[in-house]
């Protein structure tokens, strides 16, 4: 299994401004991604982050706004660039591990940064 | 793109009732995956389903993966009050090393 810390848990942030998430897992892990998260909704992928190269960035997201970092196997970065309210959202980290006898590829998640934008 | 649909949106049972809830994919899946998200938590791993027509139990959570590997379904027997939540189904196209795609969800209620 894999412990995901991600920080901060919250924040409230000004439009414009720009907001950067870490996250850290306990051990090495073959993928990391990160969501997002609306109140009531599901998760929507905005990117998978790649190990020391750019990160891929679904439909509807962008580099710009969402940069993304992974410079090794246990950590990486989202950042949410010139922020407006509807980018207010809960932001998940989630990894993903191919090791060990299980081996089911299951998908653990951080507890989410919670951003309100105002 | 990849798209995964989930029903019901949401499902209000009885305690001791049973709950299904189904899952399409619009393309074939290498695997399907189920979560369970609590209110206020986030996603904890069910299980993965990956051969065809496939089927898995966990106490009372019985969990099918279609023959065409397009659709799945996650049925609560006798449901409980820890049963709450919102379930999502969650698939992987081309092979496990892939990014996997979120279903919309089931909340489920369940009156004591």
């Known amino acids: 299994s894999a412990v995901i810390s991600q920080k901060p848990s919250r924040d409230i942030c000004q439009r414009g401004t720009s907001l950067t998430i870490q996250c850290q897992v306990d051990?090495?892990?073959?993928?990391m991604f990160w969501y997002r998260q609306q109140p009531g909704q599901s998760l929507t992928l905005i990117a998978t982050a790649n190990q020391g190269s750019e990160a891929t960035y679904e439909s509807g997201f962008v580099i710009d706004k969402f940069p993304i970092s992974r410079p090794n196997l246990t950590f990486s970065t989202l950042t949410v660039s010139n922020m407006s309210p509807e980018d207010s959202s809960i932001y998940l980290c989630?990894?993903?591990?191919?090791?060990?006898?299980?081996?089911?590829?299951?998908?653990?998640f951080g507890e989410g940064s919670r951003l309100t934008v105002l | 793109g990849q798209q995964v649909m989930q029903i019901p949106q949401y499902q209000h049972v009885q305690e001791g009732e049973d709950f299904t809830t189904y899952c399409n994919s619009s393309t074939t899946l290498s695997n399907i995956q189920w979560y369970k998200q609590r209110p206020g938590g986030h996603p904890v791993f069910l299980i993965q389903?990956?051969?065809?027509?496939e089927v898995k139990k966990q106490k009372r959570l019985t969990f099918q993966f279609g023959e065409a590997k397009k659709n799945s379904s996650l049925h609560i027997t006798a449901t409980q009050t820890t049963d709450v939540g919102t379930y999502f189904c969650a698939g992987s196209m081309k092979t496990s090393y892939d990014k996997v795609i979120f279903g919309p969800g089931t909340s489920l209620s369940v009156i004591p």
């Open positions: 051990s090495q892990v073959t993928m």
């Open positions: 989630s990894a993903r591990s191919f090791s060990g006898i299980a081996n089911t590829g299951e998908l653990f």
């Open positions: 389903l990956v051969k065809s027509g």
